[in-house]
T-cell receptor
Framework: GQNIDQPTEMTATEGAIVQINCTYQ??????LFWYQQHAGEAPTFLSY????GLEEKGRFSSFLSRSKGYSYLLLKELQMKDSASYLC?????????FGKGTRLHILP | GAGVSQSPSNKVTEKGKDVELRCDPI?????LYWYRQRLGQGLEFLIY????????KSGLPSDRFSAERTGESVSTLTIQRTQQEDSAVYLC??????????????FGSGTRLTVV
């Protein structure tokens, strides 16, 4: 079956660092994506990993371990505007399979 | 167009009526996807198109749901005899093809469907 797991909610403080984990079990794998979704808005693309290791993009980094079926999204220097849901998605062929998302709350 | 456009943005319909949702993908994007997102839930895959073909319809919840795409462009998702459990936001996304797999999806703003 297809399964993507991530925590339902997390809370962090402005200026701090937070790591959002994602584990997956899918029949195929053509890459792992992270998306950000603000309440009432469409998801927007954050990052893509297809090889093991860390991809850094400004304040956001994403890590992948294919052998462990594991990824994380690291957000540094948190800002209030980072309050959103973060969706982990695995690409199986061309089809994207999404997790339920992690709602991140940022406290001042 | 510059982005993925969906219409209508909001639709309220009576139970039992048919509805048609439209998606205009980014020009040149050969892959097009439909997802459903119920309130507070994750994205549920419905169907995707590669060109005008739909290689994977496995996510369509029932035979009341159908979709088509013409001219490798516009797609319509049709829900017949709507039920209250069909109420959700229907999101369309497009992307470049497999060769450019590192590109994520670009989503439209969605159609919020409410069945009363």
């Amino acid at each position: 079956g297809q399964n993507i797991d991530q925590p339902t909610e997390m809370t962090a403080t402005e200026g701090a660092i937070v790591q959002i984990n994602c584990t997956y079990q899918t029949s195929g794998f053509n890459g792992l994506f992270w998306y950000q979704q603000h309440a009432g808005e469409a998801p927007t693309f954050l990052s893509y990993n297809v090889l093991d290791g860390l991809e850094e993009k400004g304040r956001f980094s994403s890590f992948l371990s294919r052998s462990k079926g594991y990824s994380y999204l690291l957000l540094k220097e948190l800002q209030m505007k980072d309050s959103a849901s973060y969706l982990c998605a695995v690409r199986d062929g061309l089809k994207g399979i999404f997790g339920k998302g992690t709602r991140l709350h940022i406290l001042p | 167009g510059a982005g993925v456009s969906q219409s209508p943005s909001n639709k309220v319909t009576e139970k039992g009526k048919d509805v048609e949702l439209r998606c205009d993908p980014i020009s040149g994007h050969t892959a097009l996807y439909w997802y459903r997102q119920r309130l507070g839930q994750g994205l549920e895959f419905l169907i995707y198109f590669q060109g005008n073909s739909a290689p994977d319809k496995s996510g369509l919840p029932s035979d009341r749901f159908s979709a088509e795409r013409t001219g490798e462009s516009v797609s319509t998702l049709t829900i017949q005899r709507t039920q209250q459990e069909d109420s959700a936001v229907y999101l369309c996304a497009s992307s470049l093809s497999r060769r450019e797999a590192n590109y994520g999806y670009t989503f439209g703003s969605g159609t919020r469907l409410t069945v009363v």
